[in-house]
Structure formats: C-alpha cells, structure tokens
C-alpha cells in the first residue's frame, strides 16, 4: 500500500495528514481533535475514508473531492491561525498534503506517469494535466470571479493547487474552461484534478520507470 503520514507543526498552522494512494484504511496516531475525529466531513464509502477538518469549510469539500475522486483515503486535520485570514492554512494543508502525496507515492517507476482528466459540474468544466516528473510546476487559470466561497478566498484557490505541486513535485496544467458559478468551476477543477491524477499513479504492470533519461529525480 502505498501511504503517508506528514505532520507539519509552525507558528501559524499545525497539521496532520494520514493518505493512502490505493484507499483502505488510514488513521492518525493522535487526532487534534479528540473525541471529535469525527465531527464532520467523514465518509467511509466503500474501501475510502475520507475525513478532512482544515477549519476552512469550503477547502475541506474541495481537497474532499480530490480524495475522492483520486481513490485516496485522506484524514487531514489542521489548527490554523484563522483569526489571521485563511493564506496560511490554505496554503500549509496543501503544502503537507503534496508532501505526503511523494512520500507515499515513493520513487516513481511502475506507474504511468502523465494523465489527464476533464470533469463537468453543470454548467462548468474544467480541464488537468499532470506529470509526476518530480518537477514542481503549476500553471492554474480558474477565471474565478467572487472574493470568495465560503470561507475561502478566490485568490487561494489557484496557489492551493500549486502549493500541492510543490509539496509533492509534479507538473499541472489546470484550466476552468467554461462555467457560470464559482463553486462549479472550482469543484470541476478540483474533480478533473483527481482524475488526471488517479490516471498517473495507476499501475502500469510493469517495474518501469516512465522515462528516456532513466531517472525521475
Ligand atoms: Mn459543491
């Protein structure tokens, strides 16, 4: 199984991340919420659990979707000094999830490395291309229009996603592509996102490692 757990302690945020690439079971050693592990966000569908409290409503449902559709189980907790704004704890979850995505994702052979995926919601569909190639790169156009959604301001959304491209070294091309609402054309990129991404990190079948140089370091 190819899992993690990261955990990232600062002055302005402090998080827990237990992943599991391949779904199943997943848990921290200490939640930071004792006695509320289970407050909300909580989905045991199948082999999936799913637990994301990072004090931001809507970054829980965003990096939710992620989760889910990239066949992750993800329990993530943060404390995050929210009386400040909502950067640092944005950032730093995405941060430490991208680490604990390479941790898990270990060296990269056997696996197809590049996918793409394209996700509708509604009235909305976005578009995202991936490559583990251990380069941290993102180019995001979201063309967000609200200050924000929810709790989380609109600027976040795209340095969410390049923050989890430097964490865990991989190339993104993410593009909203048509859509109306806001919530839409984040959610769609989030869920193209995990497609793209579940298509990466499946097997290949073999022990390969997915480049001409021999080497993706
Ligand atoms: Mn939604």
Known sequence: MRTATVVRDTNETKIQIALSLDGGAVKLEKSLFPGKEDHHATQATGSQVINVQSGIGFLDHMLHALAKHSGWSLVLECIGDLHIDDHHTAEDCSIALGLAFKEALGPVRGVKR??????PLDEALSRAVVDLSNRPYAVVELGLKREKIGDLSCEMIPHVLESFAQGAGITMHVDCLRGFNDHHRAESAFKALAVA????ISHTGNNDIPSTKGVLR
């Open 197 to 200: 991404i579940k298509e990466a």
């Open 114 to 119: 590049f996918g793409s995926g394209f996700a």
